[in-house]
């Protein structure tokens, strides 16, 4: 099933952990932000912390939440591969380097 994304859709960026005196796993919310925001703290900020980037999960208001590292890596490479980044930071215009 594909899926529709909008990058500046709000959603919710968690940090599942399992608690050393509890079994059960917790979503711990970190911030409400944009998706493409959400998708670079995921893969930039928490390149140090592979756990943490395993466990982060995006909730969307408008759909299913994103659970997998892949997924995130995907949407990330949508909205900040290199010619897209580009793009949003307004560094090409009409297909020539400003």
Known sequence: MTHVYAADEMVDLLAVRRP???PEL???RVDTMPLDQATATVVETWAGDEF???NAVIRRR????????EE???????????????????????????
Do not use: C, E, T, W
């Open 20 to 22: 050393f005196d509890d």
């Open 26 to 28: 917790v979503a711990v």
């Open 52 to 54: 943490r980037q395993m």
């Open 62 to 69: 408008s759909g299913p939440s994103i659970r997998s590292f």
């Open 72 to 98: 995130i890596k995907r949407l990330y490479q949508l909205n900040f591969g290199s010619v897209g980044h580009l793009l949003k930071l307004g560094l090409i215009s009409f297909g020539l380097f400003l």
